[in-house]
């Protein structure tokens, strides 16, 4: 997965780089997410009832952090995606009302 980030952030596939950030900082963050699950699951040597140990703890807190991570991610790029289609519309907007004003005084003039 570590080879399809990399290629991921060279090649960069998508239309908007924001997306391609995003797709960059989850794969990243779901990386770190299984990385911890396996540790833990070594640490436990599978068995649930196991004892918990400190760096058992550890992992568990690096768990919730990453998850954290990802759930500020999502709303992060949300708002940030909205506001850039917002600007976009607000362009457009603009542009059409310059268009339509240039049309009505080549109008006015004929």
Known sequence: R????????????FFFPIYDRLE????TLLSVLLVCGLALFAENA???NTPTTPQA??????VFLTIAALALTAVVFVV???FEIRAERARDSLAAQRFETRAEVQLRGI
């Open 57 to 62: 703890q550890f992992v568990v807190g690096i």
């Open 24 to 27: 960059l900082t989850l794969t």
């Open 2 to 13: 570590v080879h399809g980030g990399l290629l991921q952030a060279k090649a960069q596939p």
């Open 80 to 82: 940030l995606d909205s």
């Open 46 to 48: 599978g068995d649930p």
